[in-house]
Nanobody, 115 residues
Framework: QVRLVESGGGLVQAGGSLRLSCAAS????????VAWYRQAPGKQRELVAR???????NYSDSVKGRFTISRDSAKNTVYLQMNSLKPEDTAVYYC?????????WGQGTQVTVSS
């Protein structure tokens, strides 16, 4: 059974930093792509960052240069380091992973950035 558990969200002032974690069981992050998505109230879920099985990374334009996705294969955990946070980064952040043809989601973690 695959389980993804996000943590690290919270309330932070604009300009601050947070690090989100996504811990997995039942799936190996070292060989499967992992992505962070976010969904703000009234908006569609959007891709924030992605790391491939070969550790290639890509980011949405809105977070490029501020967010960094990384992976610790030994801990089977993926991180999202978020710096220079803005109020528009406020959303529920979700972790997603899965081999081709499958997609698994965590329960999400709330990030709130105050101005």
């Amino acid at each position: 059974q695959v389980r993804l558990v996000e943590s690290g969200g919270g309330l932070v002032q604009a300009g601050g930093s947070l690090r989100l974690s996504c811990a997995a069981s039942g799936i190996r992050f070292g060989i499967n792509p992992v992505a962070w998505y976010r969904q703000a109230p009234g908006k569609q879920r959007e891709l924030v960052a992605r790391i491939s099985g070969l550790a290639y990374t890509n980011y949405s334009d809105s977070v490029k240069g501020r967010f960094t996705i990384s992976r610790d294969s030994a801990k089977n955990t993926v991180y999202l380091q978020m710096n220079s946070l803005k109020p528009e980064d406020t959303a529920v952040y979700y972790c997603n992973s899965g081999p081709s043809g499958s997609s698994y989601w965590g329960q999400g973690t709330q990030v709130t950035v105050s101005s």
